[in-house]
């Protein structure tokens, strides 16, 4: 399969990764993959922001994965920077390629580099195949999440 390029994410890759948001039941719900210019400020405030990373999987010219990393100081647990890891999605060709561990140990490295002591992330709870996904890549499901709509 082609070498694989992990790389920030540009304005020419966002219907390619909102088509990969919009591929599953969930997103399929909440995504408009019909009218991206509702994409272009996010995409805007996310390039803007040092502690933000959009980036993407790119084999062969073709965009194969996406994750967005943000990097977040603090002052819990000794003052730690930690990351969250989010809106992971592989293309529908590339599933099971193993793309989707590589991309998760470019966020974990990532993290390092920036100094981060803890990688987070969130996951639907309908989404078992991706819970046991994480587990085999030695992330804990160690709290509970809530979420409020505004």
Same mark, same amino acid.
């Given at each position: ?17 909102? *088509? ?7 997103? *399929? ?18 390039? *803007? ?30 003052? *730690? ?32 580099? #920036?100094?981060? #002591? ?33």
């Amino acid at each position: 399969m082609g070498d694989l390029e992990i790389r920030a994410a540009g304005v020419d890759d966002i219907a390619a990764i909102v *088509a990969m948001l919009a591929d599953d039941p969930l997103g *399929a719900l909440r995504e408009s993959p019909d009218d991206l210019t509702v994409y272009l400020p996010a995409l805007e405030r996310l390039t *803007a922001d040092p502690n933000q990373h959009l980036v993407v999987a790119e084999r062969e010219g073709r965009v194969v994965g996406t994750l967005q990393l943000t990097v977040i100081p603090g002052l819990s647990r000794r003052g *730690a920077t930690r990351s969250i890891i989010e809106a992971v999605r592989i293309h529908a060709d590339e599933r099971g390629s193993g793309l989707g561990t590589q991309l998760i140990e470019w966020a974990v490295d990532e993290s390092r580099r #920036q100094g981060c #002591q803890l990688v987070q992330l969130t996951s639907d709870a309908s989404r078992t195949d991706a819970h046991r996904f994480y587990e085999r890549l030695g992330f804990e499901a160690s709290h509970v999440g809530f979420k409020l709509s505004l």
